[in-house]
């Protein structure tokens, strides 16, 4: 069975028996995997088609762990109390226990997807890294989450404007958030530098590509 028959049927089987878990991580996935592969392609010139592909396919894949949080929790419409927080922050190991035995999940893709709530800081989780100890995909992935996050509509949130989540952003840079990242994505976002928006699936790509982009079409 190839990973993207596999990752359909884990798909399928997903959005039949979560379809609340799917509609969310589908729909955040997909955004920030544009966004990620865009960026990087615009702000990285040494970044290779592979890594581009697997920038992409860990923002994909970056929340597919909250599939093993519970309904209560991940859809609650308001703030999480403590212990449920710490049931949530366990999204980014459960989410490469998933993956880790798929063919194809690269050291990037895992990183990332481990990763991705790690802070510049320090403060982060789930191993407390640091700086540029954090891979560069990961903090990549961080920053689009966030601001895919600040631009989408959720049960307890409207979305805020392209402007006001460049503020909080441009807030987060040199806390959470690499700053030399953010400085090159709000250029990007307001307009300063021309930023094409990755389309899906290129049929000229070598084959580990092709493969990622069927996946992408059909996986979370
Ligand atoms: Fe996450
Ligand atoms: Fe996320």
Redesign the pocket.
């Given at each position: 069975m190839t990973l993207p028959n596999l990752l359909l049927a884990f798909a399928t089987f997903r959005q039949k028996v979560q379809p609340e878990w799917f509609a969310h991580i589908h729909s955040h996935g997909h955004a920030a995997a544009r966004l990620a592969r865009s960026f990087t392609a615009a702000c990285v010139k040494t970044a290779s088609k592979t890594t581009l592909d697997e920038i992409e396919f860990g923002a994909y894949m970056?929340?597919i762990?909250?599939y093993l949080i519970p309904k209560e929790i991940l859809l609650k419409p308001g703030p999480l109390n403590e212990s449920e927080r710490e049931i949530m922050a366990l999204?980014?190991v459960h989410g490469v226990e998933i993956l880790r035995a798929l063919p194809y999940i690269t050291p990037t893709i895992t990183h990332t997807v481990l990763y991705?709530?790690e802070r510049w800081d320090g403060t982060g989780y789930p191993e407390g890294l640091a700086g540029t100890a954090i891979p560069l995909a990961a903090r990549t992935v961080a920053m689009v989450?966030v601001y895919t996050s600040l631009r989408a509509r959720r049960t307890y949130k409207s979305l805020l404007t392209r402007s006001g989540a460049c503020t909080i952003l441009r807030k987060m840079a040199g806390h959470e958030l690499d700053p030399s990242l953010v400085h090159d994505f709000l250029k990007l976002v307001e307009g300063k530098v021309t930023m094409k928006i990755a389309k899906p699936h290129d049929p000229d790509q070598i084959v580990y590509s092709s493969l990622i982009r069927q996946t992408l079409r059909v996986v979370l």
């Open positions: 970056h929340d762990g909250k999204h980014p991705h709530h989450d």
